[in-house]
């Protein structure tokens, strides 16, 4: 058995507002093992990045707060951690990058600087060896004339190369897990592919797991080993990136691929939009929160929430499609032909 290194159970996180408590994730279950990459995928505004900041317990800052379920991390309840023992996790155990690598660098700052302060906090270490192994940071993350760049202002260096130093940074502690919220959104798609390349390379050399948060089914089929799909605070489809693919058993999950060139098999000339928009946090629909954009809702769907159902073991869909046998097939059938094999 894998050993579970990140264990997420029932969490509902939400915000106080004059309106009242809104919930912005609720009841989500999610967990990692050692060594894996599940991506948190979904349209914006589907709660990825609030999962993000509640596990890092960084939501308490934000005007927002855990209201239920528990984040096992080794064994753990973060949850239950002060914000004085959080610091020490978010620093050594659990790092976190973010989309926009120029807002979390510090301009006036030498990148050499920068990561070096990050290994003399985390790694205990004098500065001159912390600057020494600052250079062999950017070696890691593939900076060329690592020497020089050290010396260098975040402004003197590509999109591309700083998110590199934001990355050397947040391993400077040696994290056993990385999250990551939309890394590489902020740059171009050949920066973007190389910068994924980089995370893969480096989770293989360095073992540790990571949590990637995306709105890209692409970026998703690139790296990860499970995906969990959100729709409006709930994961409504988890399972593994092979299952997920071959497989996708909630309606959402299949408009999220064939809205992306190539990924359904298709040549990617007739690109599919869901219809509709994702709805507010005041303004949930009654029953299944996908409903009012499903081209698949019945009665049942427009009056009751439905539980995760399981598709096939380790593979779990939130649809009323899946409550009798067959239904599944029904939907699929209508929206595709059988694939004869
Ligand atoms: N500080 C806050 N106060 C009130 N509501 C918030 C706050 N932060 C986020 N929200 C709300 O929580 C919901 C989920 O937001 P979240 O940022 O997690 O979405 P996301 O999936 O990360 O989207 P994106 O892809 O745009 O980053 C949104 O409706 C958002 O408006
Ligand atoms: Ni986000």
Redesign the pocket.
């Known amino acids: 058995m894998a050993e579970k290194l990140l264990e997420i159970e029932n969490l509902t996180a939400g915000?106080l507002?004059v309106g009242g408590t809104?919930k912005?994730t609720e009841h989500v279950s999610l967990s990692l093992d050692k060594g894996q990459t599940v991506c948190l995928v979904?349209?914006?505004?589907?709660?990825?990045?609030?999962?993000s900041l509640a596990i890092m317990r960084l939501i308490d800052y934000?005007?927002?707060a855990i209201l239920e379920g528990s984040i096992r991390f080794q064994g753990e309840d973060l949850t239950k951690r002060s914000q004085d023992e959080m610091i020490r996790i978010r620093g050594n155990k659990i790092a976190m990058i973010f989309q926009d690598p120029m807002s979390s660098l510090n301009p006036v700052y030498t990148v050499g600087d920068q990561i070096a302060e990050s290994i003399m906090l985390h790694r205990k270490k004098g500065k001159k060896e912390a600057h020494k192994m600052a250079v062999d940071m950017l070696r890691l993350v593939g900076i060329p004339a690592p020497e020089i760049r050290a010396k260098q202002y975040p402004h003197e260096l590509s999109g591309g190369m700083c998110q590199r130093v934001v990355i050397a940074i947040a391993l400077a502690c040696d994290p056993d897990l990385l999250i990551a919220d939309?890394p590489t959104t902020a740059l171009d798609v050949t920066v973007q592919a190389q910068i994924l390349d980089l995370l893969r390379s480096l989770q293989k050399e360095l073992g540790m797991s990571i949590l990637l948060?995306t709105?890209d089914m692409g970026v998703a089929a690139e790296m990860a080993d499970r995906i969990a799909v959100?729709y409006a605070?709930i994961i409504v489809e988890e399972g593994s990136a092979n299952d997920i693919f071959a497989r996708p058993s909630h309606p959402y999950t299949e408009g999220l691929l064939k809205s992306v060139p190539g990924l359904d098999g298709s040549r990617g000339d007739e690109l599919y939009t869901i219809r509709g928009n994702i709805p507010?946090?005041s303004q949930l629909p009654v029953g299944c929160r996908f409903h009012p954009r499903c081209p698949h809702a019945k009665d049942i769907c427009r009056e009751k929430s439905p539980p995760a159902f399981r598709v096939t073991e380790g593979h779990h869909a939130s649809c009323w499609m899946y409550m009798e046998e067959g239904g599944a097939a029904a939907w699929k059938n209508e929206s595709k032909p059988e694939v004869s094999r």
């Open positions: 915000f507002t809104v912005a979904g349209e914006s505004g589907s709660g990825k990045s609030v999962t934000s005007g927002g939309e948060i709105h959100m605070g507010g946090l």
